[in-house]
């Protein structure tokens, strides 16, 4: 019954506040960052887009991005003087021949001189293959890729670029010239990111392929963002809103309801950012154990508090991801960043149940410290987020529900057996109740068989997904092999436990899981190899390399420090 | 027990030998000395033998072989960034031994999986053990035998369909064959079996009893104009390379597949593909190295293939491939083949893979075979295993839940 009432209460919070949240955004008067447009194959608005595609090039806030967009595709001059570029690699800027600042923040002209001062160097390196490049080298790539992306947004709205500051745009001068051709063909070879034009129920369509201008509607379109473009670059607010708004009703017109539901869906998860609520709500309920554990006298005030804010981020993060899978249509497992944040609701779940279960029978601390790293972790990550298409071989429910579910469940309980471990690992030497430390033991030994089982049944169903689908069970794909490292360290630490009925040994392998399930899940994303192709990057070895370091170190410390100990026990 | 059954035998020799003797009236104490004394060695054997297997069977040869694989599996994972998976494969995971710097050599997965293959065979006759560890150590017996299974019997290759062609063969992946033309006549051998050479000599009986040495077979290879002519290897008239086996990247389009071998008491190196014209005092034919077509009992048409693609993109939702078969059992049969939904008919499998679009912008499918899948050997291995793992928490969850 309490555990009901909580979880009404708890509702009724989290619910308040997102109504609150829905109001707010029903009066957020930016209506050009809620233009619904076709992306990558699916119906976003334009917030969203830029969300994933512009905020990690340009060091500008979140919310100023639509702002700084309407630049680019309107008013161009304006943005290329704007220092918005950070650069930090000084050997980048002394090949760009750019005077260094305090900021480290760069204007689009800058970078553009010295882009051509460098282009027989990015000729070259773009024949190269990307991971043998060093660091400048990768960023001068990657600065040349942003610097396209910018142009490119440029030039697809090149029909509403201003002729030599007349304030007329290209569009008025075709329009002015209307008599002498019907169709509107421009040959620019313009790779088109996004379509913003919907002219009927079925079809988007862009700038640069051949235009009916007889078609009254997609005049009616071009109008309106011509109308956009001048009263953008005038600073007009009151008429650039007044288009904005025009063009929004204009576009969801021709939008079926399901789209119209799901992208207000997306704009608003996109607006609220669960994860980091779900990230400083942790970070409170941290501090209010830590309290907890200081001043004993108040521990019955801070234990609701501290209950309650668990709750709430929690919930936060299921939230998180019952959204992305109503906005996705599928399940909600399909890259990093997604199994990032299902393992870390998987984890606070499993510390829930140990919380409700055990009463504060043990200590907190640890977990709830690696609950906020991995929180963090998500909200790292949250930059680069963007909900994608699935490639044919993925495009299957049955498989993402089976496979990817079981394995990151198996993932998130590897984790947190490992950590009880450390839990264990510290009161085996501090305290001195036996019977408690059995009691943790068993758990233990009964939370590492279940991880077993999950990360063992999540491989299998990989390998039956895969013989479905190529006709190979196995095929030592460096995913698979890591798969299988977990489970090979999982029967190793079992068996070690069975040989050797000495404890100690037993924990020590379990609190060094964590490093292998970290390098099963990222390490290998750093080989570049392979058919799971999500989540590549070569940036996060150090970060490997510092947790092992310091699970390491724990190991070490404890077992030096309390060497005598050992023996004690035993 | 085996001590038991060990003296048992020994008597039974000892008891044959006195009861030979006795109906002969030949009483002679050599013999029976000698009885003895093969009676010991039996024991001794016997015991020994029976030590080995306790000692195959002891979980620190379980342990240690697990450490050893794990220690393959990592080198094996990071290696894959510098030579790709099927080298991987060939060296570290196919293969009884390798070696670190060409100095340290580590047992590799074969050898490691035969070991633990028989530890736990061993285990599971001579120990006593639990219902639950009984089904999950017989579950991976079981994906053991299957993994031996299907790397020994199964074959697999692929299939390019256009539209409306009917075809009755698919290619062999990992088979090759040697096709000599003469006047017409057509001599095909399979050489290459599993990527290993089977064959060491193609005796060409039309052409006067001639014959092609093969020497070795190379996956991929480098190949140099050879500045040393005692190292020459002709590889066409009057070009001479130097060859070398470099690792083959399966992903990588310019894998050079070839093979080394003796012609006219010459070198010859023989590409993938390519057709080599040899001319032996006035007899000229030709040569031509190719992956091996596997006959199938049935044909394959291809009546339309699909592609549905998310708008506005290139990112394709699903392929479907529309097929006709005929066969002399099922006559003109329509079968759908998608992504994730493989077709079972007869030995063979066929999954929906890839397409091709031609400069007429016509598709033609892609479709991976599969001949004599043991699949079915995984999927009992699994239920097998998902028992014994619910039996094992189900006696944890009972036994524990009190104290805990």
New interface residues.
């Given amino acids: 019954m309490i555990i009901i009432k909580k979880i009404i209460y708890i509702t009724l919070f989290c619910s308040t506040f997102l109504f609150l949240n829905i109001f707010i955004l029903k009066n957020d008067t930016n209506n050009f960052a809620k233009i619904p447009i076709?992306n990558?194959?699916?119906v976003k608005t334009l917030n969203c887009f830029l969300k994933s595609h512009l905020h990690d090039i340009l060091n500008v806030k979140l919310i100023e991005l639509p702002n700084i967009f309407a630049k680019i595709i309107f008013d161009f001059d304006i943005f290329s003087d704007l220092t918005l570029f950070k650069i930090i690699n000084q050997n980048l800027l002394l090949n760009f021949d750019i005077k260094l600042t305090d900021n480290n923040l760069y204007s689009f002209n800058n970078i553009m001189i010295g882009l051509f001062k460098n282009i027989d160097t990015i000729n070259i390196l773009l024949k190269m293959n990307y991971f043998d490049l060093n660091d400048t080298q990768k960023q001068m790539l990657n600065l040349y890729n942003k610097i396209n992306l910018i142009l490119n947004f440029k030039t697809q709205f090149h029909l509403f670029n201003s002729i030599s500051k007349t304030g007329y745009t290209n569009y008025d001068k075709i329009i002015a010239n209307k008599n002498n051709a019907n169709f509107y063909n421009n040959n620019k070879d313009i790779n088109?990111i996004f379509?913003i034009v919907k002219i009927n129920k079925i079809n988007?369509i862009d700038f640069n392929t051949q235009l009916n201008l007889n078609d009254t509607t997609l005049l009616e379109n071009l109008n309106i963002i011509n109308n956009m473009a001048k009263t953008f670059r005038n600073k007009d607010d009151v008429s650039w809103n007044a288009a904005c708004t025009c063009y929004l009703n204009l576009i969801k017109q021709q939008l079926s309801i399901h789209d119209r539901v799901l992208i207000y869906f997306e704009h608003l998860y996109s607006k609220i950012n669960l994860v980091q609520l779900a990230f400083y709500i942790y970070i409170l309920s941290f501090m209010i154990y830590v309290y907890m554990l200081v001043c004993k006298h108040l521990w019955r005030y801070f234990n609701t508090v501290f209950n309650y804010s668990f709750y709430v981020g929690i919930l936060f993060s299921i939230f998180d991801i019952f959204v992305r899978f109503i906005i996705s249509g599928r399940p909600p497992v399909t890259n990093l960043y997604e199994s990032i944040i299902f393992v870390n609701v998987i984890y606070s779940i499993c510390l829930l149940i140990y919380i409700e279960k055990f009463k504060y029978k043990f200590n907190l601390l640890i977990p709830l410290f690696f609950l906020l790293i991995f929180q963090c972790i998500a909200y790292n990550y949250n930059y680069g987020d963007e909900i994608k298409?699935l490639?044919?071989?993925l495009?299957?429910s049955f498989?993402l529900v089976t496979h990817v579910i079981t394995i990151t469940i198996g993932y998130a309980l590897c984790l947190i057996v490992s950590i009880l471990a450390h839990v264990y690992f510290f009161y085996k030497f501090f305290s001195v109740n036996i019977n408690k430390n059995?009691?943790f033991f068993?758990?233990l030994?009964?939370l590492t068989?279940?991880a077993?089982?999950f990360i063992?049944?999540g491989t299998?169903l990989g390998?039956?997904?895969a013989?479905?689908?190529?006709?190979?069970?196995?095929?030592?794909?460096?995913k698979e092999?890591?798969a299988?490292?977990v489970v090979?360290?999982l029967?190793?630490v079992l068996?070690?436990k069975?040989?050797n009925k000495n404890d100690i040994w037993f924990s020590v392998g379990l609190i060094f899981t964590s490093i292998i399930v970290l390098l099963s899940w990222f390490g290998?994303n750093m080989?570049?190899?392979?058919l799971h192709s999500y989540g590549f990057t070569d940036k996060i070895g150090l970060w490997l390399l510092l947790f092992a370091g310091f699970e390491c170190l724990y190991v070490f410390l404890i077992l030096i420090l309390f060497k005598n100990k050992i023996y004690l026990h035993y | 027990m085996l001590i038991f059954y060990s003296n048992l035998i020994a008597l039974c020799l000892f008891d044959i030998k006195g009861y030979r003797l006795t109906h002969r009236l030949v009483y002679n104490i050599y013999i029976y000395k000698y009885s003895i004394f093969i009676w010991s060695i039996l024991i001794l054997i016997t015991k020994l033998f029976y030590n080995c297997l306790i000692f195959i069977s002891r979980s620190e040869i379980f342990i240690i072989s697990l450490i050893l694989f794990l220690i393959t599996l990592i080198i094996g994972t990071i290696s894959q960034k510098y030579i790709g998976i099927q080298s991987v494969k060939d060296i570290y995971f196919n293969s009884n031994v390798f070696y670190i710097y060409n100095i340290i050599p580590l047992p590799g997965g074969k050898l490691l999986f035969i070991i633990i293959f028989f530890n736990l065979l061993f285990k599971l006759i001579l120990n006593k053990i639990k219902i639950n560890t009984i089904l999950i150590h017989v579950s991976i017996l079981l994906l053991l035998i299957g993994s031996y299974l299907e790397y020994k019997f199964s074959e697999t290759g692929y299939l390019i369909l256009d539209k409306n062609i009917i075809i009755n063969n698919f290619v062999n992946e990992n088979n090759y064959s040697i096709t000599i033309n003469y006047n017409n006549k057509i001599l095909n051998t399979n050489i290459i079996k599993n990527n290993v050479l089977n064959k060491t000599v193609i005796a060409i009986n039309d052409i006067n009893n001639n014959k092609i040495t093969l020497i070795k077979f190379f996956k991929n290879i480098n190949m140099n104009i050879s500045q040393n002519n005692l190292k020459k290897t002709q590889f066409n008239k009057n070009l001479f390379y130097d060859i070398k086996e470099i690792s083959c990247f399966v992903e990588h389009e310019h894998v050079k597949t070839g093979i080394l071998c003796i012609i006219n008491n010459e070198n010859f190196f023989i590409l993938e593909g390519l057709t080599y014209i040899i001319n032996n005092e006035n007899i000229q034919y030709s040569i031509i190295l190719t992956k091996t077509k596997d006959i199938m009992p049935f044909t394959i048409k291809l009546l339309e293939f699909e592609r549905d693609v998310y708008q506005k993109t290139d990112t394709a939702k699903s392929y479907t491939s529309t097929i006709l078969i005929t066969s002399n059992d099922l006559k003109n049969w329509k079968f759908n083949i998608k992504m994730n939904n493989p077709l079972k008919y007869k030995q063979f499998i066929f999954y929906q893979s890839s397409f091709i679009k031609n400069d007429q912008n016509v598709y033609s499918s892609i479709l991976n075979v599969k001949k004599n899948s043991f699949s079915f050997v995984f999927y009992f291995a699994s239920i097998v295993m998902f028992l014994g793992f619910m039996l094992n928490i189900y006696i944890f969850f009972n036994h524990y839940r009190k104290k805990i």
């Avoid at chain 1, 013989?467 to 460096?478: E, I, K, L, T």
Wanted: proline content about 2%; glycine content about 10%; cysteine-free.
């Fill in positions: 076709l990558d194959g699916r088109n379509y988007w298409n490639t044919s071989v495009n299957t498989w059995f009691i068993k758990i030994n009964f068989i279940i077993l089982v063992i049944f299998i390998g039956v997904w013989d479905q689908s190529w006709g190979r069970f196995w095929g030592w794909d460096p092999n890591g299988m490292l090979l360290w029967i190793l068996h070690l069975i040989v290998v080989l570049n190899v392979g």
